[in-house]
């Protein structure tokens, strides 16, 4: 989605750079997440706190900025390490915006005097308010997706842990043992083994089902019947 924010953004502009930073909730920082020019080292790395750099002054005012030249002379500017970008003339800067709360920024750099058109502007702020709300909506359904797989791993764990206390307790049973000592046994069978220990207490289990069954006159062909 960032990337698709850049391609739009050049195709708009004929931009020779342009960066996408977003809000972090956490830490209350901008950070660049997306870049046209290629910025291996500084996505997700490089940041700014709010108010800082004209960035940090487009997050905080939800205003846009447009420089046509010598940007680097505005008194809200300020260079960042490894940024080519900071070095180019123009440079203009729209917020990413959902539900009215600005989320991020889209950043646009020309390497020469660039006087950007009304409509660009328009477009540029369309761009921003459009996918400001994706951006929110992607990262809700993240975090849904995130919280759905840890609420079927916290089942998966109940569950092994039921098992594995059946298990034990079948052990202790047959074999005169403590709690501790059953555990015991269930662990080391399932590194012998190499098994995970819900597995050994499943088959545990079945293997005393089937035990009990069959020492229970008809029960089992009783159960064979229903199914």
Request: charged share 30%; glycine share 8%.
């Amino acid at each position: 989605m960032l990337g698709e924010i850049v391609g739009m953004t050049v195709q708009v502009t004929g931009c020779d750079a342009c960066l996408v930073y977003l809000l972090e909730a956490e830490s209350g920082e901008v950070v660049l997440r997306a870049s046209q020019v290629p910025h291996a080292a500084e996505i997700g790395h490089l940041s700014m706190q709010i108010g800082q750099g004209v960035t940090g002054w487009v997050v905080e005012n939800k205003s846009i900025v447009v420089l046509s030249d010598h940007a680097f002379n505005d008194k809200r500017f300020i260079r960042l390490p490894g940024l080519v970008e900071d070095t180019y003339e123009a440079f203009a800067s729209v917020p990413l915006i959902s539900a009215g709360d600005v989320i991020g920024v889209i950043n646009v750099h020309h390497k020469e005097r660039y006087d950007h058109t009304p409509e660009e502007v328009s477009l540029l702020t369309f761009i921003g308010e459009q996918m400001g709300g994706a951006i929110t909506r992607a990262r809700l359904e993240g975090e849904n997706a995130r919280l759905v797989e840890e609420t079927q791993e916290m089942k998966r764990q109940l569950e092994t842990r039921k098992l594995v206390e059946r298990a034990k307790g079948i052990l202790q049973y047959k074999f005169n043992l403590t709690e501790e000592e059953a555990y015991l046994r269930l662990r080391n069978e399932s590194r012998r083994l190499r098994r995970p220990m819900r597995d050994l207490a499943e088959a545990i289990i079945l293997t005393e089902d089937l035990a009990r069954k069959a020492s229970e006159p008809g029960l089992l062909d009783r159960e064979i019947e229903g199914d």
